[in-house]
């Protein structure tokens, strides 16, 4: 699947049939063992139906989250938190 704000957007759109990835037949293990082998910043060579393109990876944003309890929260939003914090 290709991000349409990623780095790949000049050169792949979404709904293109990769059909080569760096010269081997596309299978998501193809894919998988390119990408293994690369970092940010390298260079990834696609055969799509339409023609060739060279896309530049981009690392992948780190994701992450916090719990908080809510400034001014009642007796239900404690409840819910104790909660929750209890099944994990």
């Known amino acids: 699947m290709v991000d349409v704000e990623g ?3 000049q ?3 979404t709904g293109d049939l ?3 990835v760096e010269g081997v037949k596309a299978t ?3 894919l ?3 990408i293994a082998g690369k970092q940010a910043g390298n260079k990834l060579h696609l055969k799509t139906a339409r023609g060739e ?3 530049e990876l981009a690392a992948a944003p780190k994701l992450s989250f916090a719990i908080r309890p809510m400034a001014g929260h009642g007796r239900l939003q404690s409840e819910i938190l104790e909660s929750w914090l209890r099944t994990q």
Do not use: C, N, S, T
């Open 53 to 55: 393109v060279e896309i």
């Open 32 to 34: 998988h063992e390119a």
């Open 7 to 9: 780095p790949a957007r």
């Open 18 to 20: 990769i059909v080569e």
């Open 28 to 30: 998501v293990k193809a």
């Open 11 to 13: 050169g792949l759109r």
